[in-house]
């Protein structure tokens, strides 16, 4: 699935697509940088969605958590269809 920019993600190992805004999230955040787990896929842009997957990993995206649902859902009535 696209989350911005050309990076591609796993669909099926999404867990969660929040706002980055909450303090816990922030929290969320800072702990996958001190880990090592964070990934950032913004290109400097300011981050509009948080990816939780299931191997621990944090993703930021540049594209709003309503898009990237969106693009999930579109993709899981596709699968459906076929």
Known sequence: MNIGFGNIVAANRII???SPESAPIK????EAREKGVLIDATYGRRTRAVIVVDS????????QPETVANRL????TASEDV
């Open 16 to 18: 969660a697509i929040v």
């Open 27 to 30: 929290r969320i955040i800072q």
């Open 56 to 63: 621990g990993q944090v993703i930021l995206s540049a594209v």
């Open 73 to 76: 859902t579109s993709k899981d």
